[in-house]
């Protein structure tokens, strides 16, 4: 018997599946436009997003220079940001906001394009173009927005891909050091320009020890003509890192490769 009712729930359940297929596709094949807008907006409230851009697809010229020219736009472009194609929905939300500048939708849209490129942001070690337009366009839409209820997780995100970014700078500089050898003087130059880029980050103690540590082995590996020389922007650095963190965690290291340069110099 509990098979038996098994079977009928099954069958019920297919059945109300190929009901709602059958009553979808007769409404695709409709030509009552003002149902698939209404129905549209009804999937879109069940999150059906790809039903609903099937729908608003249909009816996006229908309404073109009416007074839901706007709304229909706008749905469409919400759809794919529900459906998490973020490069196809920012596409859409930045031609929204041209188009319609005073539309009752445009300041979501305004966030939503920029927001798009936050969620196309990719892992630290990749390319950080959409962290970089993500920033851009979250600060305009503060500025333009700046009582909008969004700014506030606006600078949110910002700091969030600030953040990424200055990781990212950080890494990229560490790598020369890590590779050694004749990499030392790229490593420098790296080093001191994700410094200038991100001056307070959390890596700065480490950065200019790293430059300390560049110099000195880049200077003990030159040609006897430019040691001296070289050992002297070694010392310097070694001052820049000393005046910011006189009780640094590296001080007896370089301490010793001071003593060193200090050899070489007055010599």
Known sequence: ???KYEVIFIVSVIAVLFSSCSGFDKLLKSNDYELKYKKSIEYMNKKDFYRASQLLDQITTVYQGTNRDDSVNY???KCYFGMEDYEAAGTLFDTFRNKFPRSVFTEEAEFLYAYSFYKQSPRVELDQTSTSNAIVQLQEFCYKYPKSPKVEEAKKIIKEMRDKLMEK???SSKLYFDMGGENYKS???ALKRSINEFPDSKY???QLYMIVKASYEYANN???EKKRERFQEMVDNYYTLIAEYPETKYKKEVEEMLEEANKIVKN
């Open 1 to 3: 018997m509990k098979r």
């Open 75 to 77: 749905f469409m472009a």
């Open 169 to 171: 700078s950080y890494l």
């Open 187 to 189: 490593a420098i130059v």
């Open 204 to 206: 700065r103690e480490q």
């Open 222 to 224: 030159s040609i006897p």
